[in-house]
């Protein structure tokens, strides 16, 4: 049998959706991965039903149904004040994870270096290998989990192509600063490069934390590639819509990478996704509300572990440490607290470059019964009481 490609070999598969099969196996309450528990907006479903009867069973346009793409650059000229030509500036994809890879092989070739702060989504690390680029990691230090400016100045003296922002970020819940941003973007104007932002939380951020969108920062809009997705703002994850967000020229080559990678994405989807996207204000308040109190519901569980943890900023995440309980490592700590206390979370040293093996990342996104019976179960088995 042939060998398989070398570039695959120093990724796994992962980690997450390994501890979500592990998690169903054991029946344990999921807060692995980042998926709800309860359903979209009723406007959403509603919408959905009436698709499935129109005529929107075959392929849509490669780079996004025409009304799904109206619908879109209306939302985000409504929260970031960009004025985008839904023709010239978008690019439907597969979920956020699409649009990423899109970005990377888009603004990359073999080769390039690109700069990721670590901790990071797993899948940064394998979008660049698989696009044949290079990370140049770059830690981000708790409690706030910040940078240090040398370390970031060092990162750019080595000429990357390109530089990934997760805002705000899985897995720590930092939301970065417009003073950090403002940073990131003059860096990367004195070296000529990308900024792939990755934003598919922007709506859910905790005062007195506010979402920036790094696009809209003064003469930021060329060099930026913006990643998002409506997973994670209308509750949908499996609808798998996401999108890219660039100047024309980018977009025209984003385009490419698009169409040889999925064609398009779903066509009755985008059609029901219009009415999430033309929801109101009102609908972001509550949101932000309903996320506020999901997250006070699960961390006053964790406060009463008595184990230490990083309060998020945004997102829907938070990374509780795990060293005082004696594990070997996180790895050993992920499996029993499925196996033993019937809780899924995945193992942290997933997210770092780093050696980090002591943290745990829960995620809150779950009905207030769900986290209240997480929450218990957790209580019991740091007590030693299960």
Known sequence: MPATASRLSVFTESVIRGTTRLANQHGAINLSQGFPDFDPPEELLKALEKATRGPFH?????????????????????????????????????????????????????GDKVVVFSPFYENYAADAILSGAEPIYVPLHPPDF???????????????????????????????????????????????????????????????????????????????????????????????LGYVQAA?????????????????????????????????????????????????????HLRATGLPFTEPQGAYYVMLDISPMGFKDDTEASERFIKEAGVAGVAGSSFFREPVHHLIRFHFAKKEETLHAAGERLRKYTSGKM
Not at 173 to 184: P, S
Not at 278 to 298: G, I, M, N, T, W
């Open 146 to 240: 910040g940078f240090v400016l040398e370390d970031l100045v060092k990162a750019f003296e080595q000429k990357p192509k390109a530089i990934i922002v997760c805002n705000p970020s899985n897995p720590t819940g930092k939301v970065f600063t417009r003073e950090e941003l403002l940073t990131i973007l003059r860096l990367a104007e004195e070296h000529d490069a990308f900024v792939i932002t990755d934003e598919p939380y922007e709506h859910i951020v905790y005062a007195p934390h506010e979402h920036v969108h790094f696009a809209a920062l003064p003469g930021a809009f060329e060099r930026t590639i913006t990643c998002n997705s409506l997973s994670k703002t209308y509750s949908i994850t499996g609808w798998r």
């Open 58 to 110: 075959q392929y849509a346009v490669t780079w996004g149904a025409p009304r799904f793409r109206e619908a879109l650059a209306r939302k985000i000229q409504r929260f970031s004040g960009l004025p985008i030509d839904p023709d010239r500036h978008l690019v439907t994809t597969c979920g956020s994870t699409e649009a990423m890879m899109v970005a990377m092989m888009t603004a990359c070739n073999p």
């Open 248 to 300: 024309p020229e980018v977009i025209a080559q984003a385009r490419k990478v698009h169409d040889f990678l999925t064609v398009g994405a779903a066509a009755p989807l985008q059609e029901a996704a219009v009415a999430g996207l033309e929801l109101p204000d009102s609908y972001y308040h509550e949101l932000q509300a309903l996320y506020a109190r999901k997250k006070e519901v699960f961390l006053e």
